[in-house]
């Protein structure tokens, strides 16, 4: 696997993991909260590397199938990581 194709993948799950905080803000009609949105930021830049070193392991390519999973699953990081968060303060 070449090196851009790490970086498309590492972007797709960092983009799943912007849209996942950008439409959670949306849904809670509440007021924007900095905190939490760079919360989500660092989640996304996790799912990102995570994504980057699981598929320069185990990719033998890059194709349209994997950047829909890579969004997938960055936004499956960042959903999951403020479902835990916020079960862990309640």
Same mark, same amino acid.
């Given at each position: 696997?070449?090196?851009? &194709?790490?970086?498309?993948?590492?972007?797709?799950?960092?983009?799943?993991?912007?849209? #996942?905080?950008?439409?959670?803000?949306?849904?809670?009609?509440?007021?924007? &909260?900095?905190?939490?949105?760079?919360?989500?930021?660092?989640?996304?830049?996790?799912? #990102?590397?995570?994504?980057?070193?699981?598929?320069?392991?185990? #990719?033998?390519?890059?194709?349209?199938?994997?950047?829909?999973?890579?969004?997938?699953?960055? #936004?499956?990081?960042?959903?999951?990581? &403020?479902?835990?968060?916020?079960?862990?303060?309640?």
């Amino acid at each position: 696997m070449t090196e851009l &194709n790490l970086v498309w993948i590492a972007l797709a799950a960092f983009l799943g993991g912007i849209i #996942a905080a950008t439409l959670g803000y949306w849904d809670s009609n509440g007021p924007f &909260n900095a905190k939490k949105f760079g919360r989500s930021i660092l989640f996304a830049l996790l799912a #990102a590397g995570v994504f980057a070193v699981g598929y320069k392991w185990t #990719a033998e390519s890059l194709g349209i199938r994997d950047i829909i999973f890579g969004i997938l699953g960055g #936004a499956g990081v960042d959903v999951l990581s &403020n479902r835990a968060l916020g079960a862990t303060r309640s």
